[in-house]
């Protein structure tokens, strides 16, 4: 029996990391004021009729906050880089000086960062009734346990816990990316 809470547990455990990894990605996307190789790491590239990601053909970086440098491996995907930026709609109008290809990014304007605010704070509610779930999930499981109230309540503790841990990482997670954008 001591297994199967084990496994409960564990399984709780797991499912809230794994959720709070997906929120990590998924803020790492929205644009906070300064430039990032992250920006286009959602570009892809054709290299030889194969769409390839953008860090594949190329090296990504940000010399300052303001600026995307991005240098092709081979001269000849210059082109291609810049038709893959268009295609990827992301707002950026991409140079080049015949060695690379540079990308200026314009500040955010108050709107934007209130949009931009607005949309991290729906993947993190959306990233809590994924952890949630998960509670519910595991509080059925241990419904299921053969075993006493006692334990079965210790559990249930646990698990809430857990939760509420999660939660609060969620919600700190939030407020550090909020300040993140709003801060011109």
């Not at 990601?53 to 940000?62: D, E, G, H, I, R």
């Not at 810049?82 to 709107?111: D, Q, R, Y």
């Not at 109230?149 to 407020?175: P, R, V, Y």
């Amino acid at each position: 029996m001591n297994e199967e809470i084990k496994f409960i547990l564990d399984s709780a455990k797991e499912a809230m990391a794994n959720a709070i990894v997906h929120l990590e990605k998924k803020l790492v996307n929205i644009r906070a004021g300064k430039a990032s190789p992250s920006m286009v790491s959602g570009v892809l590239v054709d290299y030889y009729g194969t769409p390839t990601p953008l860090n594949q053909v190329a090296n990504v970086n940000t010399p300052d906050g303001m600026t995307i440098s991005i240098q092709p491996w081979e001269k000849a995907m210059i082109p291609e880089i810049e038709k893959g930026i268009h295609a990827a709609n992301l707002g950026f109008n991409p140079m080049n000086n015949g060695e690379s290809v540079i990308i200026n990014v314009p500040p955010l304007t108050e709107e934007r960062r209130r949009e931009l605010a607005k949309q991290a704070k729906a993947e993190c509610e959306e990233t809590k009734v994924g952890v949630r779930n998960d509670r519910k999930t595991a509080m059925n499981e241990i419904k299921e346990l053969d075993a006493s109230e006692d334990m079965k309540s210790n559990l249930e503790i646990d698990i809430q816990e857990l939760t509420d841990a999660h939660i609060k990482k969620i919600d700190d997670m939030f407020h550090k990316k909020e300040t993140e954008i709003m801060t011109v």
